[in-house]
């Protein structure tokens, strides 16, 4: 059985209030604006996800996230998971990223992390999207038990929780 019905269409851009940014599914071809992104970030970025998901890698080279890219986009177009950019109104730099996965933890029926670059941490564009992703989740997605990770469970909670079997 899948995680998602499978009538479920998923969002394909989603402003977030009074920031003049949007999600918006992420892809292959967003690698020259998310490698940087992710690179000029990613001291806190791996304190972040780096016990969790091994990501990113000091060594994450241009050709490495494009891989990662496609295959977020392919797993998109499958339904297995979704990985959401944070974009300006051009789609010329990428501020963030939403990830919205099945569970690999007991306890909920969807995990959902974000994150924002370095530049925006504070900000009222990141208070946006604190505010946006819970309520989006709850109005658009079907999902009963979301799990918000890093806000309302901790990594290191969430990793000491058993497997989905």
């Known amino acids: 059985m899948s995680w998602l019905p499978a009538d479920f269409v998923h969002p394909v851009r989603v402003p977030v209030p009074a920031t003049g940014l949007h999600l918006r599914p ?3 071809a967003d690698t020259a604006i ?31 996230d494009r891989a990662d890219l496609l295959r977020h986009e392919q797993e998109i177009a499958a339904h297995q998971s979704f990985n959401y950019a944070l974009l300006d109104a051009r789609e010329s730099a990428l501020y963030g990223c939403v990830y919205i996965d099945p569970p690999e933890r007991t306890g909920s029926d969807a995990e959902i992390a974000w994150w924002v670059v370095d530049e925006l941490v504070g900000s009222t564009q990141e208070r946006a999207l604190d505010a946006l992703v819970p309520r989006w989740i709850a109005e658009q997605w079907p999902f009963a038990r979301p799990r918000f990770l890093g806000r309302e469970i901790s990594w290191q909670e969430w990793l000491a929780l058993p497997r989905v079997a």
């Open 34 to 64: 998310d490698h940087p992104a992710v690179m000029n970030s990613r001291e806190r970025l791996w304190e972040i996800f780096g016990p969790a998901w091994g990501w990113p890698a000091e060594s994450l080279s241009h050709e490495d």
């Open 26 to 28: 992420i892809r292959e």
